[in-house]
């Protein structure tokens, strides 16, 4: 095996354990949040919660084999580390990027349901009897 | 709260136009609408005072809250899907005199602003 294409699977390995680790983190945490958007429905909560995170591993994964390719021949140990520092970099940007991505969709849905139940911003000035017809 | 009945000016050009945007806005709360001083309104309501409700906007809720000028509006906004967030910033204690300001004074001139703006009958 060249230096060359241990970069390349090493790099397919961090990136890879570095998506699935802020997936589950996303799918753990968020899941309290989404039960609480959908007023306890769980089961809901739980498939837009799953379909949130295929979507997360779709554009990550994504990214990290479009972002593969090197360019240029890698001779030594030293020059492997500085590739691979470059990509995992790019790598933890995109997902850091998308997981604020998410934090936002999950917030602006929880915005979006406590304002539908949210009271009246001001008091009556007065009552009056209505009589239905 | 289910629904509100607004009960506006017909006669003001201004408030058949806002009526006609209000009737096509998405809402969190019905809106019903009847026309002031009618029959419909009088037996809807049989203790309101029915002069006052041509000073400024009335929206009476289901259980017969009713709110009248800048609150009426602002129960409006909240009533609508896009604008609820807008209600509630603008009854902030920052922004509800403005709020306030500029509504009354909209009420007050409406037959002349409908006139500025080609909207009389």
Redo the contacts between chains.
């Keep these: 095996m060249t230096i060359g294409i241990a970069t390349y699977l090493l790099y397919l390995a961090i990136s890879i354990a570095l998506t699935v680790w802020v997936a589950r983190t996303l799918h753990k945490s968020g899941r309290i949040f989404l039960v609480d958007v959908f007023h306890g429905n769980e089961p809901l909560a739980d498939s837009v919660n799953h379909l949130l995170v295929v979507g997360f591993y779709l554009v990550n994964l994504g990214y990290v084999s479009l972002a593969l390719k090197l360019g240029y021949e890698i001779a030594s140990p030293k020059e492997s580390i500085e590739a691979l520092s470059v990509k995992v970099g790019t790598v933890l940007l995109v997902l850091g990027g998308m997981h604020f991505f998410n934090l936002f969709i999950f917030s602006r849905m929880r915005h979006r349901a406590t ?2 139940n ?1 009271p ?14 | 709260m289910s629904t509100l009945t607004m009960l506006y000016d017909p006669s003001c050009g201004l408030c058949r136009r806002v009526q006609g945007w209000l009737a096509e806005q998405p809402k969190l709360v019905e809106i019903k609408m009847i026309p002031i001083k009618t029959e419909a309104a009088r037996q809807r309501y049989p203790k309101l005072n029915h002069e006052l409700t041509a000073d400024d906007l009335t929206v009476v809720s289901d259980e017969g809250a009713v709110y009248f000028g800048p609150k009426a509006w602002l129960m409006v906004l909240w009533a609508l899907c896009r604008y609820r967030d807008w209600a509630y910033r603008l009854a902030t204690p920052r922004l509800l005199p403005t709020t306030r300001r500029v509504v009354s004074m909209i009420s007050e001139h409406r037959y002349q602003i409908s006139r500025a703006a080609g909207l009389a009958r």
Excluded: G, H, I, N
Excluded at chain 1, 124 to 133: C, H, N, Y
């Design positions: 304002m539908r949210a009246p911003p001001v008091y009556p000035d007065a009552f009056t009897p209505v009589q239905e017809v």
